[in-house]
């Protein structure tokens, strides 16, 4: 990859880090680990936790930001089948997902302002006009954004989830079992 490619993907990954204890990806391999199991079976409980509710919505959003839909079609389709938008909304960032905010403003300083990252930001302000509220974009359709990009395919976007997690479920796990 060029430098400023391989410096995105860096912060990509690096913005996956769990957050904390409370978090599935890092709960059941704790729990795993707390009753025996090795390291490589804790971690791989860690790994299942990761599904379509805890980090497929990066995935989901890959998806229909490297569609041909424009922003008003995929937001159309989601409210007529009363679903909610991949990588929008956040129960704690109500207004802005500073994570999200910091990615984007990292892409453009290394010349990333292409077709994924203005349609994810026209998603955001169509689902504002929909639904008279406000649905931030969130880390995970950041991610996404991100990630087609620098030119992935959506089925890779739990993988690289996962991958960014790696290192914390690792130190949860240790921790977990060497806790005295």
Same mark, same amino acid.
């Given at each position: 990859p060029k430098e400023n490619e391989r410096e995105l993907l860096s912060v990509c990954?690096? !913005?996956?880090?769990?957050h904390g204890v409370q978090v599935p990806s890092v709960f059941v *391999?704790?729990?795993s680990a707390s009753v025996g199991n090795p390291i490589h079976? +804790?971690? !791989? !409980?860690?790994?299942? +936790?990761i599904g379509d509710f805890h980090g497929g919505a990066v995935e989901k959003a890959m998806e229909f930001l490297k569609s041909?839909?424009?922003a008003?079609?995929?937001v159309k389709e989601a409210f007529l089948a009363n679903k909610r938008v991949a990588g929008y909304g956040h129960k704690v960032y109500t207004d802005v997902?500073?994570?999200a905010q910091a990615l984007f403003e990292r892409a453009a300083r290394l010349g990333f302002t292409g077709g994924a990252i203005h349609k994810a930001r026209e998603i955001e302000a169509q689902l504002m006009e929909v639904s008279g509220k406000k649905l931030p974009l969130n880390i995970d359709g950041a991610l +996404? !954004?991100?990630l087609v990009e620098? *030119?992935?395919h959506p089925k890779l976007g739990k993988a690289f989830f996962a991958l960014g997690r790696f290192p914390g479920m690792m130190a949860h796990i240790l921790e977990e079992i060497t806790y005295e």
């Open positions: 990954l690096l !913005a996956c880090i769990d *391999g704790r729990v079976v +804790a971690l !791989a !409980a860690d790994l299942l +936790a041909e839909k424009p008003h079609t995929v997902d500073l994570r +996404a !954004a991100l620098l *030119g992935f």
